[in-house]
């Protein structure tokens, strides 16, 4: 394939998905060579108990540009997609997940995408084979991300999507950060598309995912709504909310000064204000102890972040197959 891309790598999350693993390559394999793309498929088994890393091996030592990461245990999609992007290094670094309900035929059709100009593109399931519990969750999830980070997807949780190499190596992946990486994206300056992808059954396994996802999903919506507002400058929101405590903690003791001030004038002293017996006394003075907290906390939190080090790895390796040099 002549001009971009020389050459791609499929990270692919995998756990408990040993009937899947074979099929998906070779899928894969027919693909990239109607298309002549040199290409490396990277499993990451993250904790797999079934024989997934068994057929991961088997691939690999038959197939050269097959290769395997193991992790001690499960630790997530994130931190596996993390392993993935620390590893990969194709022109064009593709996800997708390991249960045949993504369809490598889209291959195309993404870089096609890429080549217009765009940074990251994500595949958008337009006709979902998924049960209610699953598509609902995603449709209320999905409306929330664009609406709370700007970043206008019809399909956040599509796990099919397509970066170049440089993008993945610009964004950190923690917890359950693996269903905002164009958020993170975009909030760095990388240019987001998004185009529509078919969507199989499930065939074997069960799904990982559901309702009860949604609460988990929402609060990583938050996290990843301040980190891309005030990540870097966590001083603007908790010193500002801290200011205004302040404010309002501050003019309402005032007022309640000159109105004590003004009492004292009266000829009967039972119409002096007694400061204590009213409640917006002690509304004031708790607002201006907290605004005074948040805003030292502000400081605090900007100290924090620009001495931060966020090289430490989310994830453990077990073993690898397939990749020199890695352990």
């Not at 993935?84 to 870089?111: K, R």
């Not at 917890?175 to 990486?181: K, L, S």
């Not at 119409?271 to 948040?294: N, R």
């Amino acid at each position: 394939m002549a001009g971009f891309p020389a050459s791609a790598t499929f990270v692919i999350p995998t756990m408990d998905e040993q009937e899947t693993v074979a099929t998906l390559v070779e899928k894969i394999d027919q693909v990239c060579q109607q298309l002549t793309l040199p290409h490396t498929i990277l499993f990451i088994d993250d904790g797999s108990t079934d024989q997934t890393w068994g057929e991961i091996e088997s691939l690999s030592q038959r197939l050269p540009h097959v290769q395997g990461i193991r992790f001690r245990r499960n630790f997530g999609k994130a931190a596996a997609l993390a392993a993935g992007f620390a590893a990969a290094d194709g022109d064009v670094v593709f996800t997708m997940d390991a249960d045949l309900q993504d369809d490598p035929v889209e291959i195309p059709a993404f870089i096609e995408k890429l080549n217009e100009g765009f940074d990251v593109v994500s595949g958008w399931k337009q006709k979902r084979q998924d049960a209610l519990d699953k598509t609902l969750p995603s449709k209320v999830f999905n409306w929330l991300v664009s609406w709370m980070t700007g970043v206008k997807l019809n399909d956040h949780n599509c796990g099919f999507k397509a970066y170049r190499q440089a993008v993945t190596k610009d964004v950190t992946l923690y917890g359950e950060r693996h269903r905002f990486v164009p958020v993170l994206a975009a909030a760095r300056g990388w240019r987001v598309a998004e185009i529509p992808v078919v969507h199989h059954a499930r065939q074997f396994g069960q799904s990982k995912y559901g309702v009860s996802r949604l609460a988990k999903g929402f609060l990583d919506l938050l996290s990843i709504f301040f980190l891309t507002t005030f990540g870097k400058r966590p001083f603007h929101f908790v010193g500002a909310f801290g200011l205004l405590c302040f404010l309002a903690g501050g003019f309402g003791m005032l007022y309640l000064a000159m109105m004590w001030g003004i009492t004292r004038f009266n000829v009967d002293p039972a119409d002096d204000l007694h400061l204590h017996a009213s409640a917006i006394f002690f509304f004031c003075i708790t607002a201006t102890l907290l605004g005074a907290q948040m805003f030292l906390a502000g400081l605090v939190a900007e100290l924090i972040v620009s001495l931060s080090d966020q090289s430490r790895r989310p994830y453990s390796i077990l073993e690898t197959t397939g990749i020199e040099g890695a352990g």
